[in-house]
């Protein structure tokens, strides 16, 4: 199989999430001291926040419900109320570990890896798609404004999605993308390099490797017809690395 299309998975190594916490990767589940949705303080951000919700709701202004497709985090760590959930798949993306965190997964000395969608016409991406109608809509935007574009830096798309199983038709979801142009972006790395990278980086959310970890988990449970070698070979580099670190304590 080519890493994009749909094949049996092969077993990898893996390591318990309990044995990062070995050699202090302890990790949060949510920003410190900030319950989930809150948006950041200060009138300017606020503002800002706003008008980014504001856009964003013009794209789904005839609307009753939406879909919201989730790649990397979302899929283990929505936060957010929903209606129901569905895995899935889109096509015409492959998923890469070429974007930096410097909030959630990092800092600005040490940015972390966490992913974002590359254009590829011959490419699928696996993950799980969240629909919010009513009060929902609106909040989980507001939420997701903040989580992932203004301290992500990725911006939005309406895509395709194709909810996992037979005679299921496809339905127009919300993406948050990272682009080139985006100044955490750091674009292509070696899975050994990519890797070493996670494993060393923390950010306020939690470790870099949790993320990593959760979102190789996700795709063994939800999705064990897919394998994703990029996302399999970071995996293996970074454990790699940690294995290094257990065997030197």
């Known amino acids: 199989c080519n890493g994009d299309a749909p094949c049996k998975a092969k ?3 893996k390591l318990h999430l309990r044995n990062c916490q070995a050699v202090g990767l302890q990790y949060r589940t949510r920003y410190p001291g900030e319950p989930t949705g809150t948006s950041p303080s200060g009138p300017e951000e606020a503002n800002a926040n706003h008008q980014l919700v504001t856009s964003q709701l013009d794209i789904v202004a005839a609307k009753s419900s939406l879909w919201i497709f989730g790649y990397g985090s979302l899929v283990w760590k929505p936060d957010f109320k929903y209606r129901r959930s569905q895995v899935g798949y889109i096509q015409g993306y492959k998923r890469r570990f070429w974007h930096g965190d410097n909030f959630h997964r990092g800092n600005d000395e040490s940015p972390g890896r966490v992913v974002t969608l590359i254009e ?3 490419a699928t991406t696996w ?4 629909e919010v109608s009513g ?3 609106e909040e989980s935007l507001k939420y997701l404004t903040v989580r992932e574009t203004v301290r992500g830096g990725y911006v939005t798309k309406m895509v395709d999605f194709f909810p996992d ?5 496809p339905v127009q979801a919300l993406v948050y993308i990272a682009t080139a142009d985006n100044p ?6 070696s899975p050994q390099e990519i890797g070493a990278q996670i494993a060393a980086c923390r950010g306020n959310t939690g470790h870099n490797l949790e993320y990593l970890l959760r979102l190789a988990e996700f795709m063994r449970s939800s ?4 394998e994703d070698h990029h996302l399999f070979a970071v995996e293996t ?3 790699t690395v940690v294995s290094y670190l257990l065997a030197a304590q």
């Open 135 to 137: 009060s929902q809509l």
């Open 184 to 189: 955490l972006y750091l674009g292509p790395a």
């Open 165 to 169: 199983g037979d005679d299921r038709l």
């Open 11 to 13: 077993p990898t190594a």
């Open 127 to 130: 993950g799980v798609a969240f």
């Open 237 to 239: 580099a970074a454990l």
């Open 223 to 226: 999705c064990p017809q897919v």
């Open 120 to 122: 590829d016409d011959d």
